[in-house]
């Protein structure tokens, strides 16, 4: 079983960067790729990024592109999503999700789930 606990979100100004952390239990976590989705109200959840297990390959959303960065450090046990020029758009409840060893932009393609944090962007 991996529990994944993301941290970082908060309310920022538009304009402004976060940096959210997504922190896993399991030893084997260098073995997990990691995805970000969110979901904002009213809309269906959608895809962010993903990272490969040793970090050497991302993907990224269209609408993440040039403005997110995924990465990890596997010592930590812990993934990073770095937001730079936030955008109302991005207001979302952002979760990161874990798969055994396959990078995937399906979220059903994850088996586990953190509980989410809430990121506000304001106008």
């Known amino acids: 079983q991996v529990q994944l606990v993301e941290s970082g979100g908060g309310l920022v100004q538009a304009g402004g960067s976060l940096r959210l952390s997504c922190a896993a239990s399991?030893?084997?976590?260098?073995?997990?790729?990691v995805g970000w989705f969110r979901q904002a109200p009213g809309r269906e959840r959608e895809f962010v990024a993903d990272?490969?297990?040793?970090?050497?390959?991302?993907q990224y959303a269209d609408s993440a592109k040039g403005r997110f960065t995924n990465s990890r450090d596997n010592a930590k046990n812990t993934v990073f999503l770095q937001i730079q020029s936030l955008k109302p758009e991005d207001t979302a409840v952002y979760y990161c999700?874990?798969?055994?060893?396959?990078?995937?932009?399906?979220?059903?393609?994850?088996?586990?789930w953190g509980q989410g944090t809430q990121v506000t962007v304001s106008s």
């Open positions: 990272i490969s297990t040793g970090g050497t390959f991302t």
């Open positions: 399991v030893r084997t976590f260098s073995s997990y790729a």
């Open positions: 999700a874990a798969n055994w060893r396959a990078i995937a932009t399906a979220g059903s393609a994850y088996d586990y």
